[in-house]
């Protein structure tokens, strides 16, 4: 617990096991009892979302007290908590005899606690007690079936429980123990049918407090499910509605609930009628429509209407001939009535219209597998797959193993493989159930492995790929064979450019098609425009799809044309600082695609496709379309690299440098060497990186490419000064220049001064630093390239710095900084708060300084740019050893110095060996210091590094 003596607010949660000291228990029958009990509210409250070694909590012998931190939502403790202790307590009970099962009380307050040497005191947490032992409580567990009796004060009912769907599930009763007499609200957690509720009627209640309303008799409606799980945010967002409009005095209406086959539609539907048939006195109504079951026609509205009229006790002599009759009759019948009506399965508006009640007081609930948008009138309530956490706890109440937990790896991996669909969980389920032989994990492998897991996924004559194909079979043609064409996309969403590809259509019938297949629920829209199959029916699709290999192969050709042509088109757009020459796409130009005009339009695509291109590169290599291999990584990196998805690029970078090579194509292998040198410098690899530019070089030369040879000079010429080989990184940017100037590349040639500069500062040239990065200030500007003038624009500030003219710095840092920002650029935006926080701590702000190179550091971490990491590292370090913060700075040197050793960088590798030197003197050990500062000083003079001066200085050398 805390120690502290100010009040604080908690929630206060208690339990208590029932007949915890009864005579038939021994003393092995408690500890077992205690061990169940703890594992059961540990369980309970991470399956609530509430962190158990969060809260305080204390012994009580047969109970537990538990104070909860106050930022948890109440609404936790009273909605999720009682339901997961309840599947916690019956796992338990499964596994153990009689006298060692677990049936508990439990008490809901919230108030301020104080703390002093003994523990907590409070009178808060005296009326918390005073709850549990109201007799009102023990009545109720003892006259229930269940496992839990919950109690909350008046407090916590009225401002938590009240607000929740869960009010009408609780009942006042008077509670008289000790010198306390008040009102508790009781609810039975695991029996909220109308036997528990009429249970708790026979509590005394409370005179003057209205309690629950009766249970009703049940009409029609079928059994509710036992293990149905989930779908509180549906089930809230429907009992919110209907208890705004019953309170407003409005029409109840109507609220239609979607889903792809198997989502558990019918299920929600009954569960939410059981849930409200206390809210309607006068019948409730279950109907089925039939639109997808096997072997029988939808229902016409007028037999539904004859039906539901001969439900409500009318004579069959006095149900009226004719469609208008019926629905006329069935209104009248229904007119100042209170009747909830479920309409299952319905294949369209037009089949439920006629049976829509016409007056106020009557509810109606639709399940189809269409999206209804012809009820204007209706509430959509779409319902997707279930959330991984309830997919495990329903398939261990499915299952019913007693050792069985929703933590278990197989059953998370056997709900992963179903996809989520409690209709494909149910099915597999009860396969565990019925052979006790099977056990999850074999069970998981066999699915994992299975060439046809919807084969796997069947009961009796219940099975997903039949569900599946009902939906199918009401498909148009087209609509047919653009849905089996987009189980062979490799990639997980789809828009209606690629959809044209994929069918060979043109861009309105692709939109429309797609549409279709979103109102009828066989694909889903989770952001506009664009659409995504579920897992299983992506099996489906492609099983549907297999007898036409010819038309398949076809296909994935014009999308993967459609990709690498669309790509390309985007990445000229990319000014990043390699510009690639790029060899003209195979395949055919696609008939229709989004028109790219700008550098921020290119890379809102690009960034929205990535997972789709990358699909589709790992797709080709594997069925030896290698010219498409080969080809989009090539097109991406550019955008990859500015974007900082590195990793990413280095991994399609090798995928496209095998793919060239397979094919022969020499070109090919030289541009992605050169792409592939370029991610394997950002990631730290520079022994590779060298290796790539230099092959990449050599084929340029054996080719005759001269732009190709610039390009891979000028990125050999970047490894080379990061490793601290300035001689031969300014030889060959210098050739790289030349090369651009012969062939009037301005870009180029920008580029390659703005690397030339950097290492002449390196070198200590600073007039000849400042002219080259000036020059390519003036290209990057008239070609309009925004990331290089960004780049030069803070390598100029640099010099500005160094040169001591601190006001003309900040400025090109500032504006480098925005630049980088406007294009999105994470490792410029990077590199430019670096060289900010320097420049602020040299003018003497600390407190920026240390802002600019956390960020920085952070971004650096973010895009696991290790040099990067090293610098700012290195730059953080020399802020703190100004505050004599001598162990801080040491930490960051430290940390610097591994990296940069670890990379082969030895300009950082000194400067981290000086700082740590120099932190050693100031704090007083010169002898310690001037070991480490004579190990920077060996690598100042190797790499030919100005800094060695300032060493030596210090040293008197």
């Given at each position: 617990?805390?120690?502290?003596?100010?009040?604080?607010?908690?929630t206060i949660v208690v339990v208590d096991v029932e007949g915890f000291g009864d005579l038939s228990r021994t003393n092995a029958h408690q500890v077992a009892i205690r061990a169940g009990l703890y594992r059961a509210m540990q369980e309970a409250f991470g399956r609530a979302g509430i962190s158990w070694d969060g809260c305080g909590h204390e012994d009580r012998g047969d109970g537990v007290f538990v104070l909860?931190?106050?930022?948890?939502?109440?609404?936790?403790?009273?909605?999720?908590?009682?339901?997961?202790?309840?599947?916690?307590?019956?796992?338990?009970?499964?596994?153990?005899?009689?006298?060692?099962?677990?049936?508990?009380?439990?008490?809901?307050?919230?108030?301020?606690?104080?703390?002093?040497?003994?523990?907590?005191?409070?009178?808060?947490?005296?009326?918390?007690?005073?709850?549990?032992?109201?007799?009102?409580?023990?009545?109720?567990?003892?006259?229930?079936?269940?496992?839990?009796?919950?109690?909350?004060?008046?407090?916590?009912?009225?401002?938590?429980?009240?607000?929740?769907?869960?009010?009408?599930?609780?009942?006042?009763?008077?509670?008289?123990?000790?010198?306390?007499?008040?009102?508790?609200?009781?609810?039975?957690?695991?029996?909220?049918?109308?036997?528990?509720?009429?249970?708790?009627?026979?509590?005394?209640?409370?005179?003057?407090?209205?309690?629950?309303?009766?249970?009703?008799?049940?009409?029609t409606l079928p059994r509710d499910t036992a293990a149905f799980t989930g779908r509180t945010r549906e089930l809230n967002q429907m009992m919110a509605a209907i208890s705004q409009t019953a309170a407003t005095g409005g029409v109840f209406g109507i609220h239609a609930v979607d889903g792809m086959a198997g989502i558990g539609k019918t299920t929600f539907a009954v569960h939410a009628a059981h849930q409200l048939?206390?809210?309607?006195?006068?019948?409730?109504?279950?109907?089925?429509?039939?639109?997808?079951?096997?072997?029988?026609?939808?229902?016409?509205?007028?037999?539904?209407?004859?039906?539901?009229?001969?439900?409500?006790?009318?004579?069959?002599?006095?149900?009226?001939?004719?469609?208008?009759?019926?629905?006329?009759?069935?209104?009248?019948?229904?007119?100042?009535?209170?009747?909830?009506?479920?309409?299952?399965?319905?294949?369209?508006?037009?089949?439920?219209?006629?049976?829509?009640?016409?007056?106020?007081?009557?509810?109606?609930?639709?399940?189809?597998?269409?999206?209804?948008?012809?009820?204007?009138?209706?509430?959509?309530?779409?319902?997707?797959?279930?959330?991984?956490?309830?997919?495990?706890?329903?398939?261990?109440?499915?299952?019913?193993?007693?050792?069985?937990?929703?933590?278990?790896?197989?059953?998370?991996?056997?709900?992963?493989?179903?996809?989520?669909?409690?209709?494909?969980?149910?099915?597999?389920?009860?396969?565990?159930?019925?052979?006790?032989?099977?056990?999850?994990?074999?069970?998981?492998?066999?699915?994992?492995?299975?060439?046809?897991?919807?084969?796997?996924?069947?009961?009796?004559?219940?099975?997903?790929?039949?569900?599946?194909?009902?939906?199918?079979?009401?498909?148009?043609?087209?609509?047919?064979?653009?849905?089996?064409?987009?189980?062979?996309?490799?990639?997980?969403?789809?828009?209606?450019?690629?959809?044209?590809?994929?069918?060979?259509?043109?861009?309105?019938?692709?939109?429309?098609?797609?549409?279709?297949?979103?109102?009828?629920?066989?694909?889903?829209?989770?952001?506009?425009?664009?659409?995504?199959?579920?897992?299983?029916?992506?099996?489906?699709?492609?099983?549907?799809?297999?007898?036409?290999?010819?038309?398949?192969?076809?296909?994935?050709?014009?999308?993967?044309?459609?990709?690498?042509?669309?790509?390309?088109?985007?990445?000229?757009?990319?000014?990043?600082?390699?510009?690639?020459?790029?060899?003209?796409?195979?395949?055919?130009?696609?008939?229709?695609?989004?028109?790219?005009?700008?550098?921020?339009?290119?890379?809102?695509?690009?960034?929205?496709?990535?997972?789709?291109?990358?699909?589709?590169?790992?797709?080709?290599?594997?069925?030896?379309?290698?010219?498409?291999?080969?080809?989009?990584?090539?097109?991406?990196?550019?955008?990859?690299?500015?974007?900082?998805?590195?990793?990413?690029?280095?991994?399609?970078?090798?995928?496209?440098?095998?793919?060239?090579?397979?094919?022969?194509?020499?070109?090919?292998?030289?541009?992605?060497?050169?792409?592939?040198?370029?991610?394997?410098?950002?990631?730290?690899?520079?022994?590779?990186?060298?290796?790539?530019?230099?092959?990449?070089?050599?084929?340029?030369?054996?080719?005759?490419?001269?732009?190709?040879?610039?390009?891979?000079?000028?990125?050999?010429?970047?490894?080379?000064?990061?490793?601290?080989?300035?001689?031969?990184?300014?030889?060959?940017?210098?050739?790289?220049?030349?090369?651009?100037?012969?062939?009037?590349?301005?870009?180029?040639?920008?580029?390659?001064?703005?690397?030339?500069?950097?290492?002449?500062?390196?070198?200590?040239?600073?007039?000849?630093?400042?002219?080259?990065?000036?020059?390519?200030?003036?290209?990057?500007?008239?070609?309009?390239?925004?990331?290089?003038?960004?780049?030069?624009?803070?390598?100029?500030?640099?010099?500005?710095?160094?040169?001591?003219?601190?006001?003309?710095?900040?400025?090109?840092?500032?504006?480098?900084?925005?630049?980088?920002?406007?294009?999105?650029?994470?490792?410029?935006?990077?590199?430019?708060?670096?060289?900010?926080?320097?420049?602020?701590?040299?003018?003497?702000?600390?407190?920026?300084?240390?802002?600019?190179?956390?960020?920085?550091?952070?971004?650096?971490?973010?895009?696991?740019?290790?040099?990067?990491?090293?610098?700012?590292?290195?730059?953080?370090?020399?802020?703190?050893?100004?505050?004599?913060?001598?162990?801080?700075?040491?930490?960051?040197?430290?940390?610097?110095?591994?990296?940069?050793?670890?990379?082969?960088?030895?300009?950082?590798?000194?400067?981290?060996?000086?700082?740590?030197?120099?932190?050693?003197?100031?704090?007083?050990?010169?002898?310690?210091?001037?070991?480490?500062?004579?190990?920077?000083?060996?690598?100042?003079?190797?790499?030919?590094?100005?800094?060695?001066?300032?060493?030596?200085?210090?040293?008197?050398?």
């Amino acid at each position: 617990m805390e120690d502290q003596q100010l009040a604080v607010h908690r929630t206060i949660v208690v339990v208590d096991v029932e007949g915890f000291g009864d005579l038939s228990r021994t003393n092995a029958h408690q500890v077992a009892i205690r061990a169940g009990l703890y594992r059961a509210m540990q369980e309970a409250f991470g399956r609530a979302g509430i962190s158990w070694d969060g809260c305080g909590h204390e012994d009580r012998g047969d109970g537990v007290f538990v104070l909860v931190p106050a930022e948890v939502p109440k609404g936790l403790l009273a909605g999720s908590l009682p339901s997961a202790l309840v599947t916690a307590l019956r796992a338990h009970n499964a596994a153990h005899a009689g006298p060692e099962r677990i049936r508990l009380r439990m008490a809901l307050h919230a108030g301020e606690v104080r703390y002093d040497e003994h523990g907590v005191t409070a009178a808060s947490v005296t009326l918390a007690f005073r709850l549990l032992e109201a007799p009102a409580l023990k009545a109720a567990l003892a006259g229930s079936s269940g496992l839990l009796a919950v109690i909350a004060s008046s407090w916590f009912f009225e401002e938590v429980v009240r607000h929740s769907s869960l009010a009408p599930a609780y009942r006042p009763a008077e509670v008289a123990v000790k010198e306390t007499t008040t009102t508790g609200w009781i609810c039975l957690p695991d029996q909220m049918d109308p036997a528990g509720r009429a249970m708790l009627e026979r509590v005394p209640g409370v005179a003057g407090v209205p309690g629950m309303q009766p249970a009703v008799v049940l009409r029609t409606l079928p059994r509710d499910t036992a293990a149905f799980t989930g779908r509180t945010r549906e089930l809230n967002q429907m009992m919110a509605a209907i208890s705004q409009t019953a309170a407003t005095g409005g029409v109840f209406g109507i609220h239609a609930v979607d889903g792809m086959a198997g989502i558990g539609k019918t299920t929600f539907a009954v569960h939410a009628a059981h849930q409200l048939s206390a809210r309607f006195p006068d019948g409730q109504v279950f109907l089925r429509l039939h639109a997808h079951t096997a072997g029988q026609r939808p229902v016409d509205p007028a037999e539904a209407l004859a039906t539901l009229l001969l439900t409500a006790g009318v004579a069959p002599r006095r149900i009226p001939q004719g469609l208008e009759a019926r629905s006329a009759s069935w209104r009248g019948h229904l007119a100042g009535k209170k009747v909830l009506l479920v309409l299952d399965d319905a294949a369209g508006s037009d089949q439920v219209r006629p049976l829509l009640p016409g007056t106020a007081g009557c509810l109606v609930l639709v399940t189809s597998r269409r999206r209804l948008t012809g009820l204007e009138e209706a509430t959509p309530i779409s319902l997707g797959t279930l959330p991984a956490a309830e997919a495990t706890d329903l398939f261990v109440r499915l299952a019913a193993r007693p050792c069985l937990r929703p933590g278990h790896r197989a059953v998370a991996e056997l709900t992963r493989l179903c996809g989520y669909l409690p209709l494909a969980i149910r099915l597999v389920a009860a396969g565990i159930r019925h052979h006790p032989a099977w056990t999850v994990t074999d069970l998981a492998d066999e699915l994992a492995s299975a060439r046809d897991r919807l084969a796997a996924m069947q009961a009796e004559d219940v099975s997903v790929a039949a569900a599946f194909d009902l939906s199918y079979q009401d498909l148009t043609t087209g609509q047919q064979r653009l849905f089996r064409r987009l189980g062979l996309h490799p990639g997980a969403e789809i828009d209606a450019y690629a959809a044209a590809a994929l069918d060979a259509t043109d861009l309105p019938a692709a939109r429309r098609r797609l549409g279709e297949l979103h109102d009828q629920n066989l694909i889903g829209e989770p952001t506009r425009g664009r659409y995504r199959l579920h897992d299983l029916l992506r099996e489906h699709a492609r099983t549907l799809a297999a007898d036409d290999a010819a038309g398949n192969q076809a296909a994935i050709g014009r999308l993967l044309d459609y990709y690498l042509h669309t790509a390309m088109t985007a990445s000229r757009l990319i000014a990043w600082r390699t510009a690639i020459a790029r060899p003209p796409s195979p395949g055919h130009r696609p008939a229709w695609a989004p028109e790219l005009r700008t550098e921020e339009e290119a890379v809102t695509w690009l960034r929205t496709e990535r997972p789709n291109l990358h699909a589709c590169v790992d797709y080709a290599a594997s069925h030896a379309r290698l010219t498409h291999a080969a080809g989009i990584p090539v097109a991406i990196s550019d955008f990859m690299y500015a974007q900082g998805h590195w990793s990413e690029a280095l991994s399609l970078g090798q995928v496209a440098l095998a793919s060239a090579r397979t094919v022969g194509d020499r070109q090919g292998q030289a541009w992605a060497l050169n792409q592939l040198g370029i991610a394997q410098e950002l990631t730290g690899d520079y022994p590779a990186a060298a290796a790539s530019h230099t092959e990449a070089l050599q084929l340029f030369r054996g080719i005759g490419n001269q732009r190709g040879q610039a390009w891979a000079l000028n990125e050999l010429g970047l490894v080379q000064w990061l490793t601290g080989d300035y001689p031969a990184a300014s030889a060959s940017h210098t050739e790289a220049l030349q090369l651009f100037r012969g062939i009037g590349n301005q870009r180029g040639q920008a580029w390659a001064l703005d690397q030339l500069a950097v290492v002449q500062r390196l070198t200590g040239d600073y007039p000849a630093a400042v002219a080259s990065q000036t020059e390519a200030l003036q290209l990057f500007r008239g070609i309009g390239n925004q990331r290089g003038q960004a780049f030069a624009l803070d390598h100029l500030g640099m010099m500005q710095q160094l040169t001591g003219d601190y006001p003309a710095a900040a400025a090109s840092h500032t504006e480098a900084l925005q630049l980088f920002r406007d294009i999105g650029d994470r490792q410029g935006q990077a590199l430019a708060l670096n060289h900010l926080g320097v420049l602020q701590q040299l003018t003497g702000d600390p407190p920026a300084a240390a802002a600019s190179l956390t960020q920085a550091l952070q971004l650096y971490r973010d895009l696991g740019d290790r040099h990067g990491q090293a610098e700012a590292a290195i730059n953080l370090g020399e802020l703190r050893s100004l505050s004599s913060a001598h162990n801080d700075a040491r930490g960051y040197y430290a940390r610097a110095l591994s990296i940069a050793r670890d990379i082969n960088a030895p300009h950082q590798e000194a400067r981290a060996l000086e700082g740590i030197g120099r932190s050693h003197i100031q704090e007083g050990s010169p002898g310690q210091g001037a070991v480490y500062l004579r190990q920077a000083l060996a690598i100042y003079r190797r790499i030919g590094a100005p800094e060695a001066q300032r060493v030596e200085t210090t040293l008197h050398i």
